[in-house]
């Protein structure tokens, strides 16, 4: 039964997609741009998409993005269940059938063509996908916030901190270095934020894989993931500091160390008020909410505060990403009561949430990458360096390690993954602008650094399991050969 279930899910899809496509027999609206071109940024697709919409042409609209929707989330699943078969993250396949349906127009096959620019590209649909997937980035920090607690970050001692400081500003560093090497003459802001691209590690990707070998009791994952997460933290206050300093240069103004230390100050200031206020109000807030007796009030009442906490994190210029996390930190107690005395977990909650929305942002990030760039030598170059630089800089941040008898080759390659995090900078980089106008993470550098997540993701888990393996056989044979007479 199921299996039937199954195939007739499929064709009933192949007929709708079909059918769509039979549709679009007349030529596409002359206002919309060829699929050829290069997709453009998320904001500059919104802006267009606001004037290009009658107020009398909603249905048609929402009918388009239906069907993208539908086209989104059946490839999510399908691209990240083959990519778990094969050992990878799912959001490795999600990225990549991303990038293979957003460039479906390489083909040149005229039905796809008008397709794509019917539906994947246009701009009325591009305008609602785009907020769809950057609600679902802040409930993935938030996610991220809840499995993350402030014990866990005071326990894991000196040498995560150090990790972590060190696995910020070396890969910065060298991102900062390789963006002047490969775009003279662009303002040093482009240079900060694409540094920033590589700051963070993904804290999921890297749980994921120790999890999966069975490695998480280990003293060298419990250092990975608390430098993991205080390395997000990091990353975070970076982001704020790189918006600030683009904003700033907009503005004529001239950036001092004063106003840099401003913006860190006010990034820390705000995590340091969310997590002092967030404590108490959450538990009132939830307490009331027990007493409410209606269907659905601990899902709303956790998303009401994800979205106000992220709201207030946008007054103080922060990304709304950064009030999000802040918010799920906070909510250390992740288990509440209802008026019925039934016990939810808040991540039970979010999952059907997370689960429709968080894969439309991977897929449409994908989309977003334009596949005739990697054609051209500079840009694989500026990717391949770009990569080399991700990796090298977290190699470096194994060094931090303060204790003896740890294997610091396994921390650093458990550093490697940037993942959801490297995306999330690189799509505010490419809808923020430069002073000339010009996106600050331009199609091309979005495209290099799609392909430096793709990358420092799929070598981590072969890599990191060589690497605790390695060091196991070791200790065994040095306890063997000790034991011998």
Not at 392 to 421: D, F, S, T, W, Y
């Amino acid at each position: 039964m199921p299996m039937r279930r199954w195939r007739a899910f499929v064709l009933a899809a192949v007929v709708a997609v079909v059918f769509a496509m039979l549709g679009l027999a007349a030529p596409p609206d002359t206002g919309t741009a060829p699929a050829t071109t290069a997709v453009a940024p998320a904001a500059e697709s919104s802006s267009r998409a606001v004037a290009a919409v009658p107020a009398e042409d909603h249905s048609g609209t929402v009918a388009k993005v239906l069907l993208v929707l539908m086209i989104i989330l059946a490839i999510a699943k399908l691209g990240g269940d083959i990519f778990e078969r094969i050992g990878q993250p799912a959001v490795l396949g999600e990225l990549i059938f991303g990038i293979l349906v957003g460039n479906m127009s390489l083909l040149h096959i005229g039905l796809l063509d008008r397709f794509s620019v019917a539906f994947i590209h246009n701009p009325e649909t591009d305008m609602i996908i785009t907020i769809l997937s950057e609600i679902g980035v802040v409930l993935l920090l938030f996610e991220v916030g809840l499995e993350a607690t402030l014990g866990e970050m005071m326990s894991v001692g000196l040498s995560s901190f150090v990790v972590a400081i060190v696995g910020v500003i070396a890969p910065m560093a060298l991102g900062f270095a390789v963006g002047r090497a490969f775009m003279p003459g662009e303002p040093w802001t482009v240079y900060l934020f694409l540094g920033a691209v590589l700051a963070a590690t993904s804290v999921g990707i890297t749980a994921r894989v120790l999890r999966d070998l069975g490695k998480m009791h280990l003293r060298e994952s419990k250092i990975i993931l608390g430098a993991a997460v205080i390395d997000d933290i990091l990353g975070l206050i970076v982001l704020a500091v790189a918006q600030g300093a683009v904003a700033a240069v907009n503005t004529g103004k001239a950036l001092d160390a004063s106003q840099i230390l401003l913006i860190i100050v006010k990034a820390a200031v705000f995590f340091i008020a969310a997590v002092a206020l967030g404590r108490l109000m959450s538990k009132r807030l939830y307490r009331f909410a027990s007493f409410l007796q209606v269907q659905g009030v601990l899902l709303s009442v956790t998303l009401a505060w994800c979205f106000v906490v992220a709201y207030i994190g946008t007054l103080v210029g922060l990304a709304p990403i950064v009030g999000a996390f802040a918010a799920g930190l906070v909510l250390e107690d992740a288990t509440f009561e209802d008026w019925k005395h039934s016990v939810h977990h808040i991540e039970d909650l979010l999952r059907p949430v997370t689960t429709f929305l968080v894969p439309i942002f991977f897929v449409h990030m994908g989309m977003m990458v334009r596949l005739e760039t990697f054609g051209q030598v500079q840009i694989m170059g500026f990717a391949a360096c770009l990569t080399l630089a991700a990796i090298v800089g977290k190699q470096v941040c194994g060094l931090g390690v303060m204790e003896r008898g740890i294997n610091r080759l396994a921390v650093g390659l458990g550093m490697i993954p940037r993942g959801e995090v490297g995306l999330i900078v690189a799509n505010i980089g490419a809808t923020m602008r430069t002073a000339e106008g010009h996106p600050v993470i331009s199609p091309d550098t979005f495209s290099a650094s799609v392909i430096m997540v793709v990358v420092t993701t799929m070598i981590t888990p072969p890599l990191l399991k060589w690497s605790l393996e390695r060091r196991d056989k070791t200790r065994r044979g040095g306890g063997m050969s000790a034991a011998s007479p």
